[in-house]
């Protein structure tokens, strides 16, 4: 039976391959794993450990485990969150792409410097566009529930959003309690087609929240009642890190503080579930149908904003 395996180019732009028998480990040094399952990457950005590919039967999986990133097919994953790989998929680490394939091929190792010093957590200025989704009134929703139906129906909630940001080609960044908080990052497509799909799955993500409440209508009194709100704001923002676990990534940016605010007067302050940035207006508004809202003073900023109603229809 022949292996999978991985293919990618080294530093003298020779092709190299290994196959995946079970487990292949991607990192700067990878302390102690056999030379035939290991690839290492010489590059201060990524980890010591940066990810690992694990094989069972005919299915691929990679886990991230690094404080800079991993991607697959031009997708960030979520920090500390695995994904399955299919055959043609690249995974990209420290400016390396490395390709999967089921066809087998000769094993060949490759035995690269390792670096021991500790990873370079660089913080670098990206543009992205943020989507949050935002439970109304969480704390009277919390009090007049008992906390085994809120925790199951944000769990319904989590999961479902959660598989629409990933089709989308969106990373999560946090469950933040009754928010979730997504990020699409536009250095890896032009930046219309990530905001456009941004757009989209706040609209999928609106269509899960009347789904869930069918599936869960009569067995979770906390659906009920049930109302939620988004924002989406695209600009810059600093990512980076804060702490020493690999799953505190930070986005730092006035337009992440903004999505957060927007979500938290859609459907409330304003009649419309989707409220979306000027910029983001810019980059969409050929792809939907957008109502624009004027200018209008939010609550925690100085000044006002231009803001738009973002329809599902």
Not at 201 to 209: D, E, F, S
Not at 292 to 310: C, M, N, S, Y
Request: aromatic share 6%; with cysteine.
């Amino acid at each position: 039976m022949s292996n999978p395996y991985l293919e990618w180019l080294d530093e003298n732009q020779e092709v190299q391959r290994l196959e995946i028998v079970d487990k292949i480990f991607i990192g700067r040094s990878c302390k102690g794993i056999d030379r035939q399952k290991r690839i290492l990457v010489c590059n201060a950005q990524v980890s010591r450990d940066h990810a690992v590919i694990s094989r069972r039967a005919k299915s691929l999986k990679i886990k991230d485990m690094s404080k800079n990133g991993t991607w697959v097919n031009g997708i960030r994953l979520a920090a500390g969150a695995s994904s399955d790989l299919a055959d043609e998929d690249v995974i990209s680490v420290g400016g390396v792409s490395i390709k999967v394939s089921a066809l087998s091929g000769d094993t060949v190792t490759q035995e690269k410097a390792i670096l021991t010093d500790g990873t370079m957590v660089t913080p670098t200025e990206v543009v992205v566009t943020n989507v949050v989704a935002d439970v109304r009134e969480f704390s009277t929703f919390s009090q007049a529930h008992a906390s085994a139906d809120v925790y199951a129906l944000m769990k319904e909630i989590f999961d479902a959003f959660s598989s629409i940001v990933f089709d989308c080609k969106g990373t999560i960044k946090d469950y933040a309690g009754d928010a979730v908080y997504a990020f699409w990052d536009h250095h890896v497509e032009p930046m219309r087609q990530r905001a456009v799909l941004a757009c989209q799955a706040a609209i999928q993500q609106t269509l899960a929240i009347n789904e869930i409440r069918t599936t869960l209508s009569g067995k979770n009194s906390a659906t009920a009642n049930l109302e939620m709100g988004w924002g989406i704001t695209t600009g810059k923002v600093t990512l980076s890190h804060y702490g020493s676990r690999a799953a505190d990534l930070a986005l730092v940016g006035d337009c992440t503080n903004l999505a957060f605010r927007l979500s938290g007067i859609a459907n409330k302050d304003l009649s419309d579930k989707i409220i979306i940035c000027s910029q983001t207006a810019d980059l969409v508004r050929n792809d939907f149908a957008l109502q624009d809202l004027g200018t209008i003073p939010i609550k925690g900023r100085k000044g006002k904003e231009h803001v738009f109603a973002l329809n599902p229809a």
